[in-house]
Nanobody, 126 residues
Framework: QVQLVESGGGLVQAGGSLRLSCAAS????????MGWFRQAPGKERECAAA????????YYADSVKGRFTISRDNAKNTVYLQMSSLKPEDTAVYYC???????????????????WGQGTQVTVSS
């Protein structure tokens, strides 16, 4: 089990940028695939991006491709989400999640992730 704490959310104007961070503790960070999920009011939770254990492979939802970049620093036990060209529809609570190495299935599927952070609010004004 790993504990996750997100930071970096806030209010930004459309077209702006934000960088989210997620610090992990209590587990072997490099053994987890990491994901950034988001949930807007009245909508289902969706995966915005995911990154494999080494950082060599990344996955993105179509809605954020070309605008968001996920990365990780295994030496710092931290995963990041750089968000650019933000749109009002990106407004949501963003959650960091950890998927153990033995789980199978799509990296974009939330049921494959065991540990979750408390979330950080991102609000994009028009």
């Amino acid at each position: 089990q790993v504990q996750l704490v997100e930071s970096g959310g806030g209010l930004v104007q459309a077209g702006g940028s934000l960088r989210l961070s997620c610090a992990a503790s209590g587990g072997t960070f490099s053994s987890y695939t990491m994901g950034w999920f988001r949930q807007a009011p009245g909508k289902e939770r969706e995966c915005a991006a995911a990154i494999d254990r080494t950082g060599g492979t990344t996955y993105y939802a179509d809605s954020v491709k070309g605008r968001f970049t996920i990365s990780r620093d295994n030496a710092k036990n931290t995963v990041y989400l750089q968000m650019s060209s933000l749109k009002p529809e990106d407004t949501a609570v963003y959650y960091c999640a950890a998927r153990p190495r033995w789980k199978t299935g799509s990296y974009l599927a939330d049921y494959t992730y065991d540990d979750w952070g408390q979330g950080t609010q991102v609000t994009v004004s028009s």
